[in-house]
């Protein structure tokens, strides 16, 4: 099950890549087409284009400030266990043979 999660996670990201590089070079390559007005074909297009690629980095930002929230509050509870542990024997592993 494992290999099927990470082989539909692979492909997902490819096509996220694909959609993303073929949305710049649609916009780049007619930017400067033959406009025929308010009804232009194209036009739609590259809006659409730009609006894939503004979402898109919403939810890069957004889930790029989620990841570093989750580890500082990763550190900021390892840091803190290491507070409250009392020193013991039993966590130094000595043997009371006496």
Not at 20 to 40: K, M, P, R, T, Y
Not at 58 to 79: D, E, K, M, P
Request: positive net charge; charged residues 10%; aromatic residues 10%.
């Amino acid at each position: 099950m494992a290999k099927r999660t990470r082989f539909a996670a692979a492909c997902g990201a490819v096509l996220l890549v694909f959609a993303l590089l073929f949305s710049v070079f649609f916009i780049v390559s007619e930017a400067d087409h033959n406009c025929i007005g308010e009804d232009c074909p194209i036009c739609h297009q590259i809006q659409t284009c730009q609006k894939l690629l503004e979402q898109l980095y919403a939810a890069h930002s957004t889930s790029g400030i989620g990841a570093v929230l989750c580890f500082f509050l990763l550190l900021a509870a390892l840091r803190t266990q290491n507070i409250f542990t009392a020193s013991s024997p039993v966590l130094w592993k000595v043997k009371l043979l006496n």
